[in-house]
């Protein structure tokens, strides 16, 4: 038999045994039902698809913040133990050898920012944040950063509305998408 006939049948045999073991191998878990990826299937598109019902206004947001980020954001937004939240506007973009990056200077979507306080935050509880909590609180943050006005309501209706300083300071992967 030649070398060629040899290594394709070779080749055969091996396929063949790895479609008997995988056949053969363990099969562990379940499949996933349908409420319980809806718990997992949270995530928030930047122009508000999939935000939840809710609302908050900056007010409410300021006692939320005050009992759950303010330890490690500090009073204001100012930092601590965790990022500064404000400030930095204008820092961006490069060449500034030293931007500050904070939710009012780089993040180019109030409804990521959204997205990302209701699945991360607190630090020491994530997603434990109700949605009318959320709002309360990114409504807080980007008043701290001049974003929203005192008595503005954000809900899943006006939060895609915020434009973000730095919303066109990223290039797009994907233009015509969002």
Request: net charge positive.
């Amino acid at each position: 038999m030649s070398t060629r006939k040899t290594l394709g049948l070779a080749a055969a045999l091996t396929m063949g045994a790895g479609v008997v073991s995988a056949a053969e191998m363990p099969k562990f878990g379940k499949p996933i039902s349908e409420g319980d990826l809806k718990a997992w299937d949270i995530s928030i598109a930047p122009d508000g698809v999939g935000l939840p019902a809710g609302s908050g206004t900056p007010a409410q947001g300021a006692t939320v913040f005050a009992a759950k980020c303010a330890a490690c954001h500090g009073a204001k937004g100012e930092g601590g133990q965790g990022p500064a939240l404000v400030g930095g506007i204008g820092s961006l973009p490069a060449p500034n050898p030293n931007p500050i990056r904070t939710v009012g200077s780089y993040w180019p979507y109030a409804t990521t920012v959204f997205d990302y306080v209701r699945r991360t935050m607190p630090w020491n509880q994530p997603k434990t944040l109700t949605s009318d909590e959320t709002y309360a609180v990114v409504a807080y943050v980007l008043n701290l950063n001049g974003i929203v006005k005192d008595g503005e309501v954000l809900n899943k209706d006006t939060l895609a509305k915020v434009r973000m300083p730095n919303r066109d300071g990223f290039i797009e992967l994907y233009p015509n998408k969002f």
